[in-house]
C-alpha cells in the first residue's frame, strides 16, 4: 500500500482531521475528507435501512406476506457479515521520517 495513503488512513482512524481525498473509479469521483471506519459504519447504517424498507414496500402484497422483510434487521445482518480491517492501533507502526 502506498505509504502517503497508509499515513492518511492511521491519521483518519485516530481522529485526526485530515486533507480532502479524491477516489476515481471509472466515471465516477468522490470526494472528501477521510475518517474513522466507525463512523462510515454509524453513517452508512440508517441509509441502508431506508434503501431496504423502499424495496421491501416496492415488494407485491403476497410477496410481503408471504416473507416479511426487517429492514433494520437486514442492514445490520449485512454490514456485520463484513470482515472489517483491524482497529488501525493494531496495525504495525512504521516510525515517522522527520
Not at 408471504?66 to 493494531?90: F, K, M, S
Request: glycine letters at 8%; one cysteine or more.
Amino acid at each position: 500500500m502506498d505509504e502517503h495513503l497508509l499515513a492518511i488512513i492511521r491519521a483518519a482512524e485516530d481522529g485526526l482531521e485530515c486533507p480532502p481525498v479524491r477516489v476515481l473509479t471509472g466515471g465516477l469521483v468522490a470526494w472528501g475528507a477521510p475518517g474513522p471506519s466507525t463512523d462510515f459504519l454509524e453513517a452508512s447504517l440508517e441509509p441502508m435501512v431506508q434503501q431496504y424498507d423502499k424495496f421491501a414496500r416496492g415488494r407485491r402484497r403476497r410477496e410481503r406476506k408471504q416473507e416479511y422483510i426487517d429492514p433494520e434487521a437486514l442492514a445490520n445482518e449485512h454490514l456485520g457479515n463484513v470482515r472489517w480491517p483491524q482497529p488501525i492501533e493494531t496495525l504495525s507502526r512504521r516510525p515517522s521520517h522527520s
